[in-house]
């Protein structure tokens, strides 16, 4: 079954690429350009899988680990994630198809991402994540979740759910987004079967979670920096994305070697640096949280999602919203040329 | 409105993908939902006259009705009820003798059943093990068989001859407490805590992981691989893993044995005594305050 861990890969890249898939993109949009395309198609990724796992869990046909509430952590490591990936242009998702695609500020975001893990894992900030992963509750001894906290059957809570992002959906709209790509629907359908598919073919290997980079990604830097290589199925995992996802731009004609300004590959490796340590500390990054925890209701992801949507506004709004609001305000002020073009 | 585009040579590989992610999906349900490999320690039905089959239950649910055939040893014959060792197992001489009187020995082919709720079998199974006699428990037991349209009979077998062949205990499977401390502070063993939750969270041997019993062997049967691994993968058991397995008594203990050895693992240590002898033993014990960082310890390599 470890081989299934290659095609889920594979399936996952493609779709990521296919899909222009990209957390920060899509939590940035709604603030920058007020479009909720791509969160929209975030929402039908986590749908999707949240239906699929409830109902797998519930028949009892598949083994459900909870990720832990380490309230500090996933507050700090949440926050820290959002910073980078708006720093480096994509989360760890998208900043993996964007290697595929050949983008070198990604490659370097992603190398960053690494290095920021094991520094937090292992490295001068370790002592960090041994202060701060601390459960915060045990809910008799099981990780906990909304349906746990509330004391109510998961269905109780994944039904009422499903139904808001239902009307949402409807309220919407259509979409101006355009892309190339998938439609939102395709793609968020799409992640989210990758999702349950990912599922059950990781806990049948011994590894019972559904999609993560972070573990992964782990791995695969503690071999380059001098430990030994676990070929294991998050491994395989990363393999097979980075590879469906250079197989999408492949054979969709989308494949260039891109290398941005000195500057920007800059930024793209400190962002990369922040994501890798944020996400090691909350235990888990948007796809560990924000699409796999959050299909099993985790209070955990919760809050590390809710902490990177904070983190990455507030780094949005400081680079891109603040900067430009100053240069309208500079270019309006009485006395401009464009504000007595307007007889102000 | 078009919902997915792409290039013509893009269709042909889009659906080889899905093809080999529901290929993945199907093969892991399937691999999930798989029963346990039964054969080293739980048959799910059994053909009497073909083994040597043992009724683990009181002596009058036995008289009242029995497999055809079935010989008896009641599985409380073989604790203990003096002081200290009260709800651990009898001597080992005792044992023997209770082994020997059954009139089984190694190399035997033997089942063991009680009526269904896996609390008598198991320690009875156990103790033939630790015998070298290779018994295995009746899933669901003695309903299970009715259920499958067996007929008991009250007809009481002849009384079997005892066991001439020497049986050879196992000290490695039972271990004593102060022998399972060495083991302990050596590192060579790994405390599995199989009471229930809070039992554990009260307090437990300093380094425990936690499974309860009760979800080792629900009703009396294996559960499905997914439910095992989902219990036995947080708590970092594997195949490799040296567990040496404790619960409130021995009775509980030897449930949590028998799925864990049709689960793959061959280097089970039991403790052959009920838990407050561990605390009087002077294994080092953890108290709730530190079991934050016990579960810190135990949350899944996902979260490393």
């Given at each position: 079954?470890l081989l299934?861990?290659?095609?889920v890969g594979?399936?996952f890249?493609y779709?990521?690429?296919?899909?222009?898939?990209?957390?920060?993109?899509?939590?940035?949009?709604?603030?920058l350009?007020?479009?909720?395309?791509?969160?929209?198609?975030?929402a039908?990724?986590?749908?999707?899988?949240?239906?699929?796992?409830?109902?797998?869990?519930?028949?009892?046909?598949?083994?459900?680990?909870?990720?832990?509430?380490?309230?500090?952590?996933?507050?700090?490591?949440?926050?820290?994630?959002g910073?980078g990936?708006?720093?480096?242009?994509?989360?760890s998702?998208?900043?993996?198809?964007?290697v595929?695609e050949?983008l070198?500020?990604?490659?370097?975001?992603?190398i960053?991402?690494?290095?920021?893990?094991?520094?937090?894992?292992?490295?001068a900030l370790a002592?960090l994540q041994e202060?701060?992963?601390r459960?915060?509750?045990?809910f008799?001894?099981?990780?906990?979740?909304?349906?746990g906290l509330?004391?109510?059957?998961?269905?109780?809570?994944?039904?009422?759910?499903?139904v808001?992002?239902?009307?949402?959906?409807?309220r919407?709209?259509?979409?101006s987004?355009?892309?190339?790509?998938?439609?939102?629907?395709?793609a968020?359908?799409a992640l989210g079967?990758v999702?349950?598919?990912?599922?059950?073919?990781s806990?049948?290997?011994?590894?019972?979670?559904?999609?993560?980079?972070?573990?992964?990604?782990?791995?695969w830097?503690?071999?380059?920096?001098?430990?030994?290589?676990?070929?294991?199925?998050g491994?395989?995992?990363?393999?097979?994305?980075?590879?469906?996802?250079?197989?999408?731009a492949?054979?969709?004609?989308?494949?260039r070697?891109r290398?941005p300004?000195g500057?920007?590959?800059?930024?793209?490796?400190?962002?990369?640096?922040?994501?890798?340590?944020?996400?090691?500390?909350?235990?888990?990054?948007?796809?560990?949280?924000?699409?796999?925890?959050?299909?099993v209701?985790s209070?955990?992801?919760?809050?590390s999602?809710?902490?990177?949507?904070?983190g990455?506004?507030?780094t949005?709004?400081?680079?891109?919203?603040?900067?430009?609001?100053?240069?309208?305000r500079?270019?309006?002020a009485?006395g401009?040329?464009?504000?007595v073009?307007?007889?102000? | 409105?078009?919902?997915?585009?792409?290039?013509?040579?893009?269709?042909a590989?889009?659906?080889?993908?899905l093809?080999?992610?529901?290929?993945?999906a199907?093969?892991?349900f399937?691999?999930?939902?798989?029963?346990?490999?039964?054969?080293d320690?739980?048959?799910?039905?059994t053909v009497?006259?073909?083994?040597?089959?043992?009724?683990a239950?009181?002596?009058?649910?036995?008289?009242?009705?029995h497999?055809?055939?079935a010989?008896h040893?009641?599985?409380r014959d073989?604790?203990?009820?003096?002081?200290?060792?009260?709800?651990?197992?009898?001597?080992?001489?005792?044992?023997?003798?209770?082994?020997?009187?059954?009139g089984?020995a190694?190399?035997?082919?033997?089942?063991?059943?009680?009526?269904?709720?896996?609390?008598?079998?198991?320690l009875v199974?156990?103790v033939l093990?630790a015998?070298?006699?290779?018994?295995?428990?009746?899933a669901?037991?003695?309903?299970?068989?009715?259920?499958?349209?067996g007929?008991?009979?009250?007809?009481?077998?002849?009384?079997?001859?005892?066991?001439?062949?020497?049986?050879?205990?196992?000290?490695?499977?039972l271990?004593?407490?102060?022998?399972a401390g060495?083991?302990?502070?050596?590192?060579?063993?790994?405390?599995l805590d199989?009471?229930?939750?809070?039992?554990?969270?009260?307090?437990h041997?300093?380094g425990?992981?936690?499974?309860?019993a009760?979800?080792?062997?629900p009703?009396?049967?294996?559960?499905?691989?997914?439910m095992?691994?989902?219990?036995?993968?947080?708590?970092?058991?594997?195949?490799?893993?040296?567990?040496?397995?404790?619960g409130?008594?021995?009775?509980?203990a030897?449930?949590?044995?028998l799925?864990?050895?049709?689960y793959?693992l061959e280097?089970?240590?039991?403790?052959r005594?009920?838990?407050?002898?561990?605390?009087t033993?002077?294994?080092p014990l953890?108290?709730?305050?530190?079991?934050?960082?016990?579960?810190?310890?135990?949350?899944?390599?996902?979260?490393?």
């Open positions: 079954m299934s861990g290659l095609v594979l399936a890249g779709a990521l690429q296919r899909g222009r898939f990209c957390t920060n993109t899509a939590f940035r949009d709604v603030l350009i007020r479009d909720d395309t791509l969160l929209r198609a975030w039908l990724a986590v749908a999707v899988q949240l239906l699929g796992v409830t109902a797998l869990a519930g028949g009892g046909w598949l083994p459900v680990t909870v990720p832990p509430l380490w309230l500090g952590a996933n507050l700090l490591g949440g926050v820290a994630f910073i990936m708006v720093l480096a242009g994509g989360c998702s998208g900043t993996c198809y964007r595929g050949g070198a500020g990604s490659l370097l975001a992603l960053g991402f690494g290095v920021g893990i094991v520094v937090m894992a292992e490295g002592p202060a701060l992963r459960p915060l509750s045990t008799d001894g099981e990780a906990p979740t909304l349906p509330l004391g109510v059957d998961p269905w109780l809570v994944v039904l009422p759910l499903l808001i992002i239902a009307v949402w959906f409807w919407s709209g259509r979409s987004y355009r892309s190339g790509g998938w439609d939102w629907r395709a968020g359908v079967v999702g349950v598919a990912a599922w059950l073919a806990s049948a290997a011994g590894r019972p979670y559904g999609l993560s980079m972070t573990g992964p990604l782990r791995t830097f503690e071999a380059l920096f001098g430990g030994s290589l676990t070929l294991d199925w491994s395989l995992l990363i393999v097979g994305l980075l590879a469906g996802s250079f197989l999408s492949l054979v969709n004609g989308e494949l070697w290398v300004k500057s920007r590959l800059l930024q793209s490796g400190a962002g990369g640096l922040f994501m890798g340590t944020g996400a090691q500390l909350a235990g888990g990054c948007t796809i560990g949280h924000s699409l796999t925890g959050l299909s209701l209070l955990g992801s919760m809050v999602t809710a902490a990177i949507l904070l990455a506004w507030a949005a709004y400081w680079l891109f919203v603040r900067p430009m609001r100053r240069m309208l500079t270019t309006t009485p401009t040329p464009a504000a073009g307007r007889g102000t | 409105m078009t919902v997915i585009r792409g290039m013509p040579g893009a269709r590989v889009e659906v080889a993908l093809a080999l992610l529901v290929a993945a199907g093969l892991g399937v691999g999930l939902n798989r029963p346990l490999p039964a054969e320690a739980v048959v799910t039905l009497p006259g073909a083994v040597t089959v043992v009724d239950r009181g002596p009058l649910a036995y008289r009242q009705g497999l055809p055939g010989r040893l009641y599985a073989l604790l203990s009820f003096e002081g200290a060792s009260v709800g651990g197992l009898a001597s080992s001489d005792a044992l023997a003798e209770q082994v020997r009187a059954l089984v190694p190399g035997e082919e033997v089942v063991v059943y009680d009526g269904g709720d896996g609390w008598d079998a198991p199974t156990l093990h015998f070298g006699v290779e018994a295995r428990m009746l669901g037991g003695l309903e299970a068989w009715r259920a499958r349209g007929e008991p009979s009250d007809t009481l077998p002849a009384k079997p001859e005892p066991s001439e062949v020497g049986l050879t205990f196992d000290d490695r499977l271990v004593e407490a102060a022998e060495q083991h302990l502070a050596d590192g060579a063993i790994a405390p199989v009471r229930p939750r809070a039992d554990y969270q009260r307090e041997v300093e425990a992981v936690h499974v309860s009760d979800a080792l062997l009703g009396g049967t294996l559960p499905r691989w997914s095992l691994t989902a219990r036995l993968e947080p708590a970092r058991i594997t195949r490799d893993t040296h567990p040496f397995v404790y409130g008594d021995v009775r509980e030897a449930r949590a044995y799925t864990l050895k049709a793959g280097h089970l240590h039991v403790y005594g009920a838990y407050p002898a561990l605390r033993a002077g294994l953890s108290q709730a305050e530190t079991v934050r960082a016990t579960s810190e310890r135990s949350s899944s390599r996902c979260w490393r």
